[in-house]
């Protein structure tokens, strides 16, 4: 089996994700970088500057037209996928992003914060659309079910927690 090594971090490599399509991989550092890669080749498509802070978490939109990262500065940046430009920055936690989770539509992206918050952000728009209050301690880790009804949490405060996304 062949190894392909991607080189281009100067720090640790936290998150990773890959396009739909299964060609290009995104990866988010500790150097505050994302960088988009050719699976087969290894070669650096684009290095996406912009976070002040470590990366934490990355996701690619269903559609794989656009890269979500997440950081320590407190936000989440959305970015074009072809042309590596920055479309918006998400701003409205307190604290650190943890996680992200992009729903099947690709409609919307939810953030999860040490500031014990998730929101709901409509991606094309960058409109915060909910704020999520619930945890007791800071928010680790978020997934979205498979029909984009359902938001699921978990904490350091030792819970998941699930949301209703879509009124019943």
């Known amino acids: ?3 392909i090594s991607f080189k281009g971090h100067t720090e ?3 998150a990773l994700a890959v396009t739909p399509d299964g060609r290009k991989v995104v990866s ?8 988009l890669w050719d699976v087969e080749s290894g070669k650096l498509l684009h290095s996406l500057e912009g976070h002040t ?12 037209r656009k890269v979500v990262s997440a950081s320590w500065d407190k936000t989440l940046k959305v970015w074009d996928l072809k042309s590596g430009k920055l479309l918006r920055s998400l701003e409205g936690h307190n ?13 919307k992206v939810i953030s999860a914060s ?7 952000w409509d991606l094309e728009s960058g409109k ?3 704020s999520l209050e619930g945890h007791t301690n800071v928010v ?3 997934v979205v079910t498979p029909d984009g009804r359902k938001i699921v949490s978990g904490s350091w405060d030792k819970t998941l927690k699930a949301w209703n996304l879509v009124s019943e």
């Open 114 to 120: 040490g500031d014990k918050t998730l929101k709901v």
């Open 28 to 35: 988010g550092s500790e150097d505050n970088t994302v960088k």
């Open 12 to 14: 640790s490599v936290i």
């Open 128 to 130: 915060l659309l909910l």
């Open 95 to 107: 604290c650190m992003v943890n996680a992200l989770a992009v729903t099947p539509d690709g409609c």
């Open 140 to 142: 680790t880790t978020v």
């Open 1 to 3: 089996m062949a190894e």
């Open 53 to 64: 802070g470590r990366i934490t978490a990355v996701a690619v939109t269903p559609d794989g």
